[in-house]
């Protein structure tokens, strides 16, 4: 059945048209940030995905926990920026800051963090109260933290295949039944065999992975910007060694309308979300190479949450639910705790991420972190 068309598709196809076969990352950015883009339209805009800022407020609590270490570790600085990058509608902004309030009182030193946190949240297609991010370097350089929360996973991708041992890259093309399809052919820029040359003669014949080349332009932009502080990103990848493995033949690129999970990308066209996953050995690289320094092993969501504390929120509802009698009472725990649950699902969110670097700034005490069974 033909694919129907769409404003962002029509964009696409006459580009091709014009100009031959164009990058996935080209299509993705016309497909996601284009006039008619997923999130450049808004109307599906982080509605097709739960993200963990929106499965639960604790994981902001717990950001705010981790930011306010941050701060102590940095020597209680009188201001402390925080940079949220994609930032989308703002929520874990203020899940942060809401956090920050309630702990208003507790004791000095909280008082003096939430005096001293300046919290800023940029995105490409902002909604809610976040800002442009061409507005980010109105701020300078600051002492503080950059942070992001499945940001990378939504930079566009290219896409290559392995034929006869070597790398080649797909580029979308148009078929001759006119719907849009892969074209392989020479990779447009030799970036992508040095991320995944050394795999294409282990790697089986037609494997298909992504290649995420802006994590490069994103690290280069935090070089200028933090003077002293921390990198703390958040997402869904993996180690080069494993995002790049033959149990993922087709690749990790995934599409999601109507939190249904699809894999074709040529459905839907910027009426649909796409993520591939994050090769964090790439994030490591580019981060090294412009100055910072990694100050924790790259942990999982799960293991930084159990850390961080979420474990005495779990155990506060579990409390609340044994001694709760009334049904609606009963229902509303039970839905908390199972959203609670899903932040540190190892088969979820609890498998993502947590890469952490550093500017002039020492490593942040996790000795104390309670880790996960
Ligand atoms: C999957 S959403 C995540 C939103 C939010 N962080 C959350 O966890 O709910 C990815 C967001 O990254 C934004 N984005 C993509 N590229 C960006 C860039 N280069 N700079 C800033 N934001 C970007 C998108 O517009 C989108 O809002």
């Known amino acids: 059945m033909p694919e129907e068309s769409t404003p962002a598709r029509q964009i696409i196809e006459a580009e091709i048209r014009a100009k031959g076969p164009i990058t996935f990352a080209r299509f993705m950015e016309i497909a996601l940030y284009g ?70 009182s507790v004791s000095d030193q909280v008082d003096r963090f939430g005096e001293a946190l300046r919290y800023h949240a940029f995105d490409l297609r902002p909604r809610g109260s976040v800002r442009r991010i061409d507005e980010l370097s109105e701020l300078g350089s600051i002492v503080g933290c950059v942070i992001s929360n499945e940001l990378l996973d939504a ?3 290219h896409i290559f295949t392995v034929r006869g041992g070597e790398v080649l890259e797909c580029f979308v093309g148009i078929g001759g039944d006119s719907e849009l399809a892969f074209v392989e052919g020479d990779v447009s820029s030799n970036e992508i065999v040095n991320r995944v040359g050394e795999y294409a003669s282990v790697l089986p014949e037609g494997y298909r992975g992504e290649v995420n080349l802006d994590i490069e332009t994103w690290a280069n932009s935090l070089a200028g910007l933090l003077k002293s502080g921390y990198v703390l990103t958040i997402d869904y990848g993996y180690e080069r060694d494993t995002l790049y493995h033959p149990v993922r033949r087709e690749g990790s690129l995934r599409c999601y309308r109507d939190h249904v999970l699809g894999q074709n990308p040529f459905r839907d066209v910027g009426l649909q ?12 690289e580019e981060l090294r190479e412009v100055g910072l320094r990694e100050v924790s092993p790259l942990l999982t969501q799960r293991d930084f949450l159990f850390g961080l504390g979420i474990g005495d929120y779990i155990r506060q509802v579990r409390r609340e639910l044994v001694k709760s009698v009334a049904e609606i009472e009963v229902h509303g725990l039970t839905s908390e705790l199972r959203r609670l649950n899903s932040l540190v699902d190892s088969r979820g969110l609890g498998d993502f991420r947590v890469s952490q670097f550093g500017v002039n700034a020492p490593s942040i005490e996790i000795s104390d972190l309670e880790f996960a069974p």
């Open 35 to 104: 006039e008619h883009g997923y999130y450049t339209a808004l109307v599906n805009a982080g509605v097709d995905y739960a993200t963990s800022p929106q499965m639960h407020p604790a994981f902001g609590s717990l950001i705010a926990g981790y930011l306010f270490k941050a701060w102590q570790a940095l020597g209680e600085p009188a201001t402390f920026d925080v940079v949220e990058l994609g930032a989308g509608d703002g929520g874990l902004a203020l899940d942060v800051l809401d956090a920050v309030e309630s702990g208003q």
């Open 155 to 157: 930079f566009p991708a």
């Open 273 to 284: 979300d796409m993520t591939a996953h994050v090769d964090f050995t790439a994030v490591r």
